[in-house]
């Protein structure tokens, strides 16, 4: 199994406002055109229902990356039983490419500041340890290995609190360089640290400048979406060749994001293109 480049709904405003995004298939044919082989879910109902998905994903050579459920929100079990089902579909379309991985978030921090991280004493870890693993111990009951993404706004977003839940689980990590410097570590240091847990990545690039004014104002951590914080790639402070080096021996599935809200046509048109720019920067430094 090699590196497959996957791209993401994110990417075009999904997870900000579905009603702003463009169309499903709209998106699937930019991703196609500018040499991605895959896709990450996005919100339930997005792409497909499990029925669909495969065909789908077939016409186009298309594998699934993954697709996110998070702990301690309401529908929690209802929203992985249909990504698991969309997993299942995907296997079954696409058995060439690396398996889609099932992508845990932590809960909702109470308070979802940026630059004000919630701290869990050592018996609110351990109990959403016991959390994580029963939610991996369903995943892979259906035959599928889950990740965990720390994720800025929610109980689990520094590295400290990262190198804790990893102390207590074997889960292993989905590295996003886009929320671990958001979150206040160093990237290519982490990548080193946890090399051996990390099986699953998404890669972001940052403007450190607009960052640092987010913590600073500890702003509402939806302000990412039309901060421009997470911009494209090579036009940031992440070191896109560095980083490529740090997953030397990787394979599996790196998603490139750019999570960002749409408002018009033309912020649509320019997320679209977006893709093809991230793609080909990507593949100028090896991947």
Not at 203 to 223: P, W
Not at 239 to 250: G, R
Not at 253 to 279: F, G, K, P, Y
Request: proline content about 7%.
């Amino acid at each position: 199994m090699s590196v497959a480049v996957a791209g993401a709904p994110c990417n075009v405003g999904v997870a900000a406002d579905p009603n702003a995004a463009p169309p499903s298939d709209v998106l699937l044919d930019a991703l196609q055109q500018a040499g991605y082989v895959g896709v990450d879910l996005g919100p339930p109902g997005y792409l497909a229902g499990a029925g669909e998905l495969g065909d789908r994903l077939r016409a186009r050579g298309f594998g699934l990356a993954g697709g996110w459920v998070q702990l301690g929100v309401p529908d929690t079990l209802e929203t992985l039983a249909g990504l698991l089902d969309a997993c299942d579909a995907a296997l079954a379309a696409a058995p060439d490419h690396p398996p889609p991985r099932p992508t845990i978030g932590p809960p909702p921090a109470p308070r979802a500041r940026i630059g004000a991280p919630t701290r869990l004493d050592d018996a609110a870890m351990d109990e959403l340890a016991a959390a994580l693993d029963d939610l991996a111990a369903r995943c892979r009951a259906r035959g599928h290995e889950p990740v965990l993404h720390p994720h800025v706004g929610t109980t689990i977003e520094t590295p400290e609190d990262t190198a804790r839940m990893l102390e207590r689980s074997d889960v292993e990590l989905c590295f996003d360089t886009g929320h671990v410097q958001l979150g206040g570590g160093n990237p290519l240091g982490l990548l080193t640290r946890w090399r051996d847990r990390i099986s699953h990545v998404h890669l972001k690039d940052v403007d450190e400048n607009i960052a640092a004014r987010l913590r600073d104002e500890q702003a509402a951590t939806e302000r990412t979406w039309d901060s421009g914080v997470f911009c494209e790639l090579g036009t940031g402070d992440l070191d896109l060749a560095a980083a490529v080096a740090a997953l030397a021996d990787f394979s599996g599935w790196v998603v490139i994001e750019q999570d960002r809200a749409v408002h018009s046509e033309q912020e649509t048109q320019d997320a679209l293109a977006a893709q093809a720019r991230n793609r080909e920067r990507l593949a100028e430094v090896g991947w």
